[in-house]
C-alpha cells in the first residue's frame, strides 16, 4: 500500500505545483525571487516538464 499511496501522492503534487500554483510562481521560485538570473528558457521548459511530461511519466511508473 506504501507503494500505491506514494505514487498517488506524487500525481497529485505534481498536478498541483503544475497546473495550479502557475507560472508565475515556478519562475520565482526557480529564481529564488529574483535574486538568481536564470534564463527564460529554462523556466519554461521546467514549467513544461511539470505540467506535461511528469504526470506521464509517474503514471507509466505506476502501471508498469
Avoid: D, H
Wanted: glycine share 6%.
Amino acid at each position: 500500500s506504501a507503494n500505491i499511496l506514494l505514487t498517488i501522492g506524487a500525481f497529485i503534487a505534481v498536478l498541483f505545483v503544475g497546473w495550479k500554483l502557475g507560472r508565475k510562481v515556478i519562475r520565482e521560485e526557480l529564481t529564488n525571487s529574483g535574486t538568481v538570473k536564470t534564463p527564460r528558457w529554462i523556466t519554461e521548459t521546467l514549467t513544461v516538464l511539470i505540467r506535461f511530461i511528469a504526470p506521464a511519466a509517474i503514471l507509466v511508473i505506476a502501471f508498469c
